[in-house]
């Protein structure tokens, strides 16, 4: 077993929220239950509802039953945990209950006050995370006014600001309070053991590397479509779209993955150096080459969810051709396509090689039907499948593609763990590889700032629920 993470509290800004409920409480919970959990820690929520210690620890319950029933089994281990969860009432833009928290955490503490270790978590809108932060400092609890051997760390959630301007006023916010090394920006993808895999699958392997560049690669295609619509988070989804919830971050950080040049090493700073530079290489977009390389829509109905506005523009679907203008990728398209309330929920990123230099098994167009291609397929199924052409039986010579397939499932006993277990113990131990440095946000936001510029006053295309996506995208195909 890993060795355990420094005794801590884990601070947790926006208890009450969906995020919280789904996904941090049973994390937690369940990295408690599998012992990875440091010796001495305890939880305290924050929130602005009126909630005693116990209150908090029944809505904790009510969380665990709902999203880590299995949790709750042994009771004893429940009323253990739940002893060390606790709870301060806050208004988050006023200092006062930041006092109160400081109160909360040091009272309990073993250590001199700024010896303890403190982990803060912002699952609250992004609009607030500034303000939570400046707060944090004018009571005492920010990391670089500390004076002995205790650590203060901040994980924040997606989206990181809303654009370049606001993404880099946060950035300046919570590098005047955290130092870059104590800043954890969380996208849960890059806790995806698929997702850590692609590193491996590329520079573990002698064979795919020589192949993975311009010269043999025809294009990539990057593909995360969700087969349900925007679900309750109506007002979240007015505010952001499709392209700050997931092109900004997940999209990108896929195709930087795939991308990037192999680091000098594993460091966290080495690795994400050089996904930086994919970001940097990205080819700007204009309204000319947006014409073509930009297709936004919107699924029908949409304007008749909950907190939406009936005459919302904001889009549900992007299929974006980017190019990469470096060496290794001048000129192969990337297309990411994403989408809400398509016909199927699939992650997948498939690589497709150009055709051999002669085709003498039919006509020239038959390569693409059974074109190599490498399949990384991310979720559901946890595959890689390599896609080459074999000769159908019989007597004429004719090639029908066939797969090779490697399944987590069938060659790995599961190890159970979610990307927000990883994430946590990562941020808990320092180790920030799969978190995203601050000029990577930028990065990406300046990406998707040109792209919402080159498309403004365009209406997102309409397209059919359970569909794949509105009829125009195949325009970026040409
Ligand atoms: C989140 C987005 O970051 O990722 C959601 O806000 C999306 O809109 C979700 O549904 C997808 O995550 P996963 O892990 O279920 O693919």
Same mark, same amino acid.
């Given at each position: 077993m890993p060795t355990k993470p420094d005794n801590c509290t884990i601070v947790i800004f926006g208890a009450s929220s969906d995020l919280a409920a789904r996904k941090l409480f049973p994390s937690l919970c369940e990295l408690a239950l599998w012992g990875h959990l440091p010796q001495e820690y305890r939880i305290i929520g924050v929130g602005r509802a009126l909630f005693s210690h116990e209150e908090f620890r029944s809505q904790v319950y009510e969380k665990l039953l709902r999203f880590?029933?299995?949790?709750?089994? %042994?009771e004893n281990f429940f009323t253990a945990f739940s002893q060390r969860l606790f709870y301060v009432r806050a208004d988050?833009?006023?200092v006062t209950g930041y006092h109160d928290l400081y109160k909360e955490i040091m009272e309990?503490?073993?250590?001199p006050d700024t010896c303890s270790h403190i982990l803060f978590y912002l699952?609250?809108?992004?609009?607030?995370a500034p303000v939570i932060v400046r707060n944090l400092q004018l009571a005492g609890l920010?990391?670089?006014?500390?004076?002995?051997?205790g650590w203060r760390k901040l994980i924040v959630e997606k989206p990181?600001?809303?654009d370049l301007e606001t993404a880099r006023e946060l950035n300046g916010v919570i590098g005047g309070v955290f130092s870059e090394a104590r800043v954890f920006r969380i996208d849960?993808?890059?806790?995806k053991e698929t997702v850590q895999n692609i590193m491996v699958f590329r520079f573990s392997n002698g064979i795919f590397e020589p192949l993975w560049n311009r010269q043999f690669i025809a294009n990539v295609t990057i593909t995360i479509a969700? %087969?349900?619509?925007?679900r309750d988070r109506g007002a979240f989804y007015e505010e952001a779209g499709l392209l700050r919830d997931i092109l900004q971050n997940h999209g990108l950080q896929l195709l930087a993955a795939v991308a990037m040049?192999?680091?000098?090493?594993?460091?966290a700073d080495a690795v994400r150096d050089e996904k930086a530079k994919v970001l940097r290489s990205i080819r700007p977009f204009t309204p000319q080459n947006a014409e073509h390389a930009v297709v936004l829509g919107q699924y029908e109905g949409y304007c008749a969810?909950?907190?939406?506005?009936?005459n919302s523009t904001v889009e549900t679907f992007a299929a974006v051709k980017f190019f990469i203008d470096?060496?290794?990728?001048? %000129?192969v398209p990337f297309y990411i396509k994403a989408g809400k309330n398509l016909a199927e929920t699939v992650t997948e990123i498939v690589i497709t090689f150009k055709c051999p230099?002669?085709?003498?098994?039919?006509?020239?167009?038959?390569c693409s039907y059974s074109a190599n291609q490498v399949i990384?397929?991310?979720?559901p199924e946890e595959t890689i499948a390599l896609r080459f052409g074999a000769k159908r039986p019989g007597e004429a010579v004719i090639t029908d593609p066939v797969y090779m397939r490697f399944d987590y499932k069938t060659s790995f006993t599961a190890v159970g763990m979610t990307p927000y277990h990883r994430l946590l113990l990562d941020a808990m131990a320092g180790e920030q590889m799969n978190f995203i440095r601050q000029d990577s946000v930028e990065y990406s936001w300046a990406i998707i700032d040109a792209i919402r510029r080159a498309v403004a006053g365009r209406p997102p295309e309409p397209y059919a629920v359970h569909s794949r996506g509105p009829e125009g995208m195949n325009r970026i195909y040409g």
């Open positions: 880590a029933p299995a949790t709750l089994q %042994d988050m833009s006023e309990a503490s073993q250590e699952a609250t809108p992004p609009a607030l920010g990391e670089k006014t500390l004076s002995c051997g990181y600001g809303r849960h993808y890059l806790g969700e %087969d349900f619509g925007i040049e192999p680091p000098v090493d594993l460091s969810e909950k907190n939406v506005d009936p470096n060496w290794r990728w001048k %000129d230099p002669q085709n003498f098994f039919g006509p020239a167009e038959s990384l397929r991310i979720q």
